[in-house]
Structure formats: C-alpha cells, structure tokens
C-alpha cells in the first residue's frame, strides 16, 4: 500500500513538472519559412541571394561557417551548408511557425507557447522537447518581443 502511494505521488509529482515545461517541437524550429537545418539552397530559393555573407574558417574542425545577412534584421547561421540558427530583430514579416514575431508582446507569446521553460536575463527560452541545445530564445524589452532567436542555442 505505502508502494502505491510512493508511486502515485511520484507520478502527479512528474505529470505536474511535465506540464509546468513548455517545451517545442522540432518542428516548431521555424522562422521565415526557413526550418532549422535546412539547406542553405532553400533560403536562396524563397529569399534570393542575401545582402551579405560572411565565411569564417574555423581551422580546430576545420569547418567552414557561413553567415547569410537580409537586410540589417535577418541573420542566418550556416554549419556545414546548413540552418543552425536564425535571428530576426525587426517586425519584418518574419514569424515562427506559431506567429511569434518582433513587436508582440510577452503575454501573447505565453498565450502561444505557455511560461518558458527558462528565463536568462530578458530572454524567454523554449527549449526544444528532450534537448536542452535546440529551441526558441525570445527577447523581450518594455515587455514587448525585441529579436527572436531560432535553433541552436548559445549556452
């Protein structure tokens, strides 16, 4: 009997940690219409050549990072030819595929996304279900989205 109720609260316990967690799918790694590890061919069949780009040899790996730039608000970060992160800091027309963009405010991205999972400085982090290097890192000033930041996280 006292197993059970270990067990029990052990469950509600987890349950409620679960859900206090609002965690994103993958899927949801979206800005633009460009997903999170796309190859850099997508962006430039949906956005054209960029403003500007910037390669960067990194001579410990020996890999080559890429950096495309739309404008003075769109970053996109290239490893290997493809997406790893994606910044926007202007209400632009670019939104995650749930319609978070720069401008809102930080009440309508929890309606949206829920309470994140963590909170750094004014940043609201959503990590990616199960991964604590993948998400959506949101940040907020005067209460109000300022720049979205999609993909791999810096720690």
Do not use: C
């Not at 949206?112 to 949101?138: F, K, M, Q, W």
């Amino acid at each position: 009997m006292k197993m059970w109720k270990i067990f029990g609260l052990t469950l509600a316990l987890t349950t409620v940690a679960a859900a206090a967690f609002a965690s994103v799918p993958q899927s949801a790694l979206r800005i633009g219409g460009i997903p999170f590890d796309a190859e850099s061919s997508v962006i430039r069949s949906i956005y054209g050549m960029p403003t500007k780009v910037d390669v960067h040899m990194e001579k410990e790996r020996a890999t080559e990072d890429t950096e495309y730039e739309y404008g003075n608000s769109v970053s996109i970060d290239l490893k290997y030819n493809r997406v790893h992160q994606i910044e926007v800091s202007a209400n632009n027309g670019w939104e995650t595929a749930d319609g978070v963009h720069v401008g809102m405010t930080s009440d309508q991205v929890k309606m949206i996304y829920g309470e994140p999972d963590a909170v750094r400085d004014d940043h609201y982090i959503y990590y990616v279900t199960g991964r604590s290097d993948l998400g959506i890192d949101i940040e907020i000033e005067n209460d109000r989205v300022d720049e979205i930041t999609v993909g791999k996280l810096d720690k």
